[in-house]
């Protein structure tokens, strides 16, 4: 593990005491709604159809996983470099008899079998903490049965430059679209290490690991708004989320 994956997994232990903290929160939130987006629920909706089994890579706080089986999935797997967030995880799954378990363990290159799923789920702030996004997509590919599907719906590439200024977008000037990594200022915690990517990088990297992209959209709208602010950023003029589908052929 590099430093930086050590400061970045100290980061996450102790921002994910929140999953543990407001554990009867978010077990009520799994109970009467949904954490997928009404995108993300459109998309997946043929993809769950077949009752998939399903990997969801850095699976958090695991209301995810618990709303995907809720639209069809099998069973679903998660796993996170936060032994906090998978031991949450799996608590609430439990209390709630869903088919969910949770191991704790650095991306890439998941603990699990080959050939395991069929279908894998990530996103929602999740490549930003990955350096080697051709790495992890080898290994979803390895994850993926023949003809099972990456599904992802993340924060656009562009996000690290929007200011939270509410007045008019404007672009941070410490901040560039093609920088390899940037320090993480506001959540989870002071000193994380963001990467960076392109949206053709990230594309690029499913491509080169034999998996057939089906589906690429960007959205104005992003994934998570902190609760009591906002930011002109997200208005409707730039982009602040995309998804991603594709194939093991």
Known sequence: MSSDTRRNRVAWELASRKYVDEHQKLLDEARTGTSLHACERELLRPLLASSPTVVHLQSGHGLDDI????????????????????????????????PCRYVTGELPGAPLRDECAELVYTGKGALIWLADLRAWARDVARLLRPSGHLFVYEAHPMVPLWTWDEDKPRIRADRGYFERCHVNDTFPAHGAVEWQATLGGIVNAVVAAGLEVRHVEEYAEPFWRPEGTFAAAWSGRLPNSFSLVARKS
Not at 73 to 89: H, K, L, P, Y
């Open 67 to 98: 709303a995907l089986v809720a639209e069809g999935a099998r069973s679903v797997v998660g796993v996170d470099f936060s032994e906090v967030a998978t031991s949450a995880a799996q608590r609430r799954a439990d209390e709630l008899a869903i």
